[in-house]
């Protein structure tokens, strides 16, 4: 069992930057693959942003391509989510999700955490 629990989430100007942290609770955080998703009021869930076990592979959604970056710290079990010129279409709440494999649908990934809100005024 993975416990996933996000932080960093907040109100900002359009333009500007947060970084989201999520803190997973197993001694086997090296071997799972990472994820960012996001959702919107009366929208479906949406792939950001992924990263292998070992950090060396990473992908992200067109929407957010050149302005997110997705990052890891296996020694403190750790993935991060920094996110520069925020858009009020960023506006979500951004969900970390583990799997056991690098994909963008959210149906492979087995464990998430409770969320944290971005919102982005314009």
């Known amino acids: 069992q993975v416990q996933l629990v996000e932080s960093g989430g907040g109100l900002v100007q359009a333009g500007g930057s947060l970084r989201l942290s999520c803190a997973a609770s197993?001694?086997?955080?090296?071997?799972?693959?990472m994820a960012w998703f996001r959702q919107a009021p009366g929208s479906e869930r949406e792939f950001v942003a992924a990263i292998s076990w070992s950090g060396g592979s990473t992908y992200y959604a067109d929407s957010v391509k050149g302005r997110f970056t997705i990052s890891r710290d296996n020694a403190k079990n750790l993935v991060y989510l920094q996110m520069n010129s925020l858009k009020p279409e960023d506006t979500a709440v951004y969900y970390c999700?583990?799997?056991?494999?690098?994909?963008?649908?959210?149906?492979?990934?087995?464990?998430w955490g409770q969320g944290t809100q971005v919102t982005v005024s314009s």
């Open positions: 999700a583990a799997g056991s494999v690098v994909v963008k649908s959210p149906r492979e990934y087995a464990y």
């Open positions: 197993t001694r086997t955080f090296s071997t799972y693959a």
